[in-house]
């Protein structure tokens, strides 16, 4: 069926002067024979005659027969290229690979006839024939584990200087906005508290809950043996207060608002939105980092406190179910077994914690690069730095107050 799309179908395209019955005569004898190779000895030349098509369809049968030469008792060899037909990039490799294997044994190699521009295509193949650099010699495994420590800390030494920069950077820009609180903006500070904050009630508080039932149920396990079932309460309030519920609400934060901190950062990075903001004169740290700092160590105590509650009801649930401890009882025995500041410890490392995990998911989102595996890539180091960071910080934290005697 004719294309009416397509004119030239069901022509011959010849070359113009040229009648379409040669056209196709021609091409019949240059795909009917194939390409051929001569061999005869001038003196102590090797003279190989090139004949027919040398292409692609054609080299196949002399790519053998090239390969397995072996010419004995002549100093040079010649390379005819008069009788060619037809010569393409596969030809002019085959011609190349031959004359660098008969050079490397010690044989003169020249080429002879031929156009101009199947020289050309030889000459263009050899350019582009680089040898592959020989692979590095085995290393010591020793030597290798002390490399990449070497290069794995002054990577850490390299990020940890950034951080610290970006650290500082952030703090002048929260001073100068306290100096100048217009700066401040609040629909989005207030934007963020609601996704930091309120959005994270719900996880926060069954985590919390459940935490609180565990504890109670392991203390009562333990110390039933003893007949001190009532110091279960002493061992929840305690752990709650001033561990558990903070711990693992800066984690549940980390993981949640801190890596969405660098996915939108690292987001609109990559769209190049935060370089539009300084073209328009925006400073990105007013605009992305402040609300987001600021919102975070503001929430984050009230979350905490939130926890605290949680993990005393969780408690006293089980306490309740399990030492048929009444409501009233744990409340007496909290009231007189637990400090009041069990409370305030958790309490004062809240907003330190906060502050580490927001300027920790921002600095990795300035970080990105742009495409989108990056944003992945700092995602998940955002979520890792800032929960190891959050441990070390509560160890330093329990070693001070274990100094202090609180």
């Avoid at 935490?211 to 007949?227: N, R």
């Avoid at 919102?295 to 406190?305: G, Q």
Wanted: net charge neutral.
């Amino acid at each position: 069926m004719r294309n009416p799309f397509n004119p030239w179908q069901g022509r011959d395209v010849v070359a113009p002067g040229r009648p379409r019955a040669a056209a196709r005569r021609a091409e019949a004898s240059s795909t009917s024979s194939g390409a051929r190779l001569g061999q005869r000895r001038d003196a102590d030349c090797l003279v190989l005659e090139l004949a027919g098509p040398w292409t692609t369809l054609t080299v196949a049968a002399q790519d053998v027969v090239l390969d397995t030469l072996a010419p004995n008792g002549v100093r040079r060899v010649r390379i005819d290229l008069t009788a060619l037909e037809a010569f393409d990039t596969a030809g002019a490799l085959l011609v190349h690979r031959t004359a660098k294997q008969l050079t490397s044994r010690g044989l003169e190699v020249e080429l002879s006839g031929g156009l101009k521009a199947h020289r050309d295509l030889i000459e263009t193949v050899r350019s582009h024939d680089l040898d592959c650099p020989p692979p590095p010699p085995a290393r010591n495994p020793l030597v290798t584990l002390m490399a990449h420590t070497g290069r794995s800390t002054f990577f850490v030494l390299d990020e940890a200087v950034s951080l610290i920069n970006f650290l500082g950077h952030t703090v002048i820009v929260l001073i100068r906005s306290l100096v100048r609180p217009s700066r401040i903006r609040v629909t989005a500070l207030i934007n963020q508290m609601e996704r930091t904050g309120l959005n994270a009630m719900p996880i926060v508080g069954l985590v919390s809950f459940l935490i609180g039932v565990v504890l109670a149920y392991q203390g009562a396990d333990q110390l039933q043996k003893f007949g001190a079932e009532i110091f279960t309460v002493n061992l929840v309030g305690v752990g709650v207060l001033r561990e558990m519920a903070i711990l693992l609400t800066a984690i549940i934060v980390a993981g949640r608002s801190g890596s969405a901190f660098t996915a939108q950062i690292g987001t609109m990075k990559v769209n190049e939105e935060i370089d539009a903001m300084r073209t328009i004169g925006l400073d990105p740290m007013e605009v992305l980092v402040l609300p987001r700092v600021v919102a975070l160590v503001l929430v984050l105590p009230l979350l905490t406190f939130y926890a605290d509650i949680m993990g005393l009801l969780g408690g006293a649930v089980m306490a309740n179910w399990a030492l048929d401890i009444s409501f009233f009882q744990f409340a007496r025995q909290f009231n007189v077994g637990v400090p009041v500041w069990s409370f305030w410890v958790g309490m004062i490392k809240a907003p330190v914690f906060a502050f580490i995990i927001a300027v920790i998911g921002c600095y990795e989102g300035f970080k990105v690069s742009i495409s989108a595996e990056s944003v992945g890539q700092r995602t998940t180091a955002a979520v890792v730095e800032a929960i190891f960071l959050v441990i070390v910080l509560d160890a330093l934290f329990s070693i001070i107050f274990s100094i202090l005697g609180i």
